[in-house]
């Protein structure tokens, strides 16, 4: 579904809208404030102090045009309402990641490294394998992430590569667009507009109701968010790995590129 925009002309301060008349707005439309030229030097102020007042909304103060557009996002109650549905969209997400994952290992023939998979796909990078297809499903090798999208239905998922075997990390983002792009899923049971903004609120009040989870990954200071009620597997850290890879891999040390010297650069 598309927002609506209602928009609104601002040539005085004592044109604003109140903060009630904007927590009234529902959130299939869009509030736009176009400041005219007498107020234009104060949308930046106006627009920071609307962020600290409107908790549950989204407020852009447009870097070259003179307007400040405001959305209310999902809110508590509704995630509350739907918390079984993005459970099991969870669920889905993880078994279908795997499922992807594992027939792409399989039809290139790779080694996994159960440990560090992106260890695995880091030397298909800037490749000819790092885009390609496996069954009905695109494929692109990107970050710390493998995308698949179905070319007939369009459904897309993001499968992480820097948790172990654990495939089942939830960015906002790459949940929300899956939830969208799954036909089974529709009509969805709660409308999503933004897709990294409705999933982040998404994901932290699935937390506070014990649905989901954070996880530590194998890169320092990078954590996840998985569905609690799943199978649980051990995944090593970035110390363990390290670790593990100087006793292992002395004598080859300096014979390639290496993910754990491109990853100690980056800390």
Known sequence: MIRKTNIISINSIKELPSIEQIKSIPREKTLKLVFENNVKSKREKIGENLKKELLGFQVSIHTIEPEINIVKLITDEEIISNQDFFEQCAKDYRELGKDLLFK????????????????????????????????NWKYFIHGFHCGFENKTTKQIIEVPLVFG????????????????????????????????????????????????????????????????????????SFEELEEQYEKQNRQVENSKFNVWKFLRLKK
């Not at 560090?116 to 390609?132: A, E, H, Y």
């Not at 903004?197 to 014990?210: F, P, Q, T």
């Open 104 to 135: 792409l290992i399989n039809k290139l023939k790779l080694k996994l490294n159960e440990d560090f998979p992106l260890d695995t796909f880091n030397v298909l990078k800037s490749g000819k394998k790092q885009i390609g297809k496996v069954e």
């Open 165 to 236: 075997l654990e495939f089942g990390d939830l960015d906002p983002y790459f949940f929300t667009k899956y939830i969208k792009s799954t036909p089974n899923y529709k009509p969805l049971p709660v409308e999503i507009y933004e897709d990294y903004a409705d999933g982040v609120r998404i994901n932290e009040k699935m937390i506070a109701l014990g649905k989901f989870e954070r996880i530590s990954s194998n890169v320092e200071n990078h954590f996840g968010i998985v569905v609690t009620d799943r199978e649980k597997v051990n995944i090593k």
